[in-house]
T-cell receptor, first 115, second 113 residues
Framework: AQKITQTQPGMFVQEKEAVTLDCTYD???????LFWYKQPSSGEMIFLIY????DQQNATEGRYSLNFQKARKSANLVISASQLGDSAMYFC????????????WGAGTKLIIKP | DAMVIQNPRYQVTQFGKPVTLSCSQT?????MYWYQQKSSQAPKLLFH???????NEADTPDNFQSRRPNTSFCFLDIRSPGLGDAAMYLC????????????FGPGTRLTVT
């Protein structure tokens, strides 16, 4: 079974609209962390936001927020007021356990912002 | 200010000719990682170091080796590159805790001719 599932291979969104990128995860470990990364066409992987499994509140970082629904095992990324520079590949990743440094990556969603 | 630096950005090597990719960091992070990323795929972890402790992923081919001579530098050696090793190689660092994010370098795109 897939540990991290991103069901949207590609999305087109109009500039200035909000966009939600889906991510569901599967783990039996009570301690885990969820990460979102952005990868523009230049190739560099950019950290966006982190949510720990014990965090009570949804994480926010500027225009990025993480809609964490623990019971549903989903960790969707919400980008408010999208910009042309948001066009990129977006990856959801999970770390299981306290001492595990390996990230389990989703397949990614290619987001294109239309002017 | 560059924090994770990878050199070179583009590397062309011949089939079977050893090649070394380098990574340096100015963050003083404990953990350094090497990933392989092929087109339109997620990154695949090859190995990581926690300080000097080396951790090899089970499915990393023996053809791939790594060295970390000090905190700042880490090298990826590909002993006999095959055509299938053509990919983007990403170096990343993180502090030594499970909640800390990884900081990535710009990557080295390897072409094998």
């Amino acid at each position: 079974a897939q540990k991290i599932t991103q069901t949207q291979p590609g999305m087109f969104v109009q500039e200035k609209e909000a966009v939600t990128l889906d991510c569901t995860y599967d783990t039996s470990d009570p301690s885990y962390g969820l990460f979102w990364y952005k990868q523009p066409s230049s190739g560099e992987m950019i950290f966006l936001i982190y949510q720990g499994s014990y965090d009570q509140q949804n994480a926010t970082e500027g225009r990025y927020s993480l809609n964490f629904q623990k019971a549903r095992k989903s960790a969707n990324l919400v980008i408010s007021a999208s910009q042309l520079g948001d066009s990129a590949m977006y990856f959801c990743a999970m770390r299981e356990g306290e001492a595990n440094y390996q990230l389990i990556w989703g397949a990614g969603t290619k987001l294109i912002i239309k002017p | 200010d560059a924090m994770v630096i990878q050199n070179p950005r583009y590397q062309v090597t011949q089939f079977g000719k050893p090649v070394t990719l380098s990574c340096s960091q100015t963050l003083n992070h404990n953990v350094m990682y090497w990933y392989q990323q092929k087109s339109s795929q997620a990154p695949k972890l090859l190995f990581h170091y926690y300080d000097k402790d080396f951790n090899n992923e089970a499915d990393t081919p023996d053809n791939f080796q790594s060295r970390r001579p000090n905190t700042s530098f880490c090298f990826l050696d590909i002993r006999s590159p095959g055509l299938g090793d053509a990919a983007m190689y990403l170096c990343a660092t993180s502090r030594g805790g499970s909640s800390y994010e990884q900081y990535f370098g710009p990557g080295t795109r390897l072409t094998v001719t």
